[in-house]
């Protein structure tokens, strides 16, 4: 059983770093990409980053793009994103999720078959 374990949220001020961590247990980790999203109070969740099965690619959604990075360790089975120069907007609830072997393309939560249980990001002004 796949069971993907979210670590790090908290409460920083604008212009802080923070960095998430996501263990996964359970399956091949090695063999799947990795992406993590965000949903705030009232909006649909969205596409933050993304990382190949063996990390040599990332994706970014272009709010994102600069500020944040993405990494995999496959021997520790873990996946980190670093967000650096946070601002209010960043503030949601964070998600690990493994993406479905059985699909292409790296933006659509859909294609994400297994899910952490989220980890509470907040910036404050």
């Known amino acids: 059983q796949v069971q993907l374990v979210e670590s790090g949220g908290g409460l920083v001020q604008a212009g802080d770093s923070l960095r998430l961590s996501c263990a996964v247990s359970?399956?091949?980790?090695?063999?799947?990409?990795m992406g993590w999203f965000r949903q705030a109070p009232g909006k649909e969740r969205e596409f933050v980053a993304a990382?190949?099965?063996?990390?040599?690619?990332?994706y970014y959604a272009d709010s994102v793009k600069g500020r944040f990075t993405i990494s995999r360790d496959n021997a520790k089975r873990t996946v980190a994103l670093q967000m650096n120069s946070l601002k209010p907007e960043d503030t949601a609830v964070y998600y690990c999720?493994?993406?479905?072997?059985?699909?292409?393309?790296?933006?659509?939560?859909?294609?994400?078959?297994?899910w952490g249980q989220g980890t509470q990001v907040t910036v404050s002004s």
């Open positions: 999720a493994r993406r479905s072997i059985a699909y292409t393309g790296y933006r659509d939560h859909l294609r994400y078959d297994y």
């Open positions: 359970g399956g091949t980790f090695s063999s799947y990409a």
């Open positions: 990382i190949t099965w063996s990390g040599g690619t990332t």
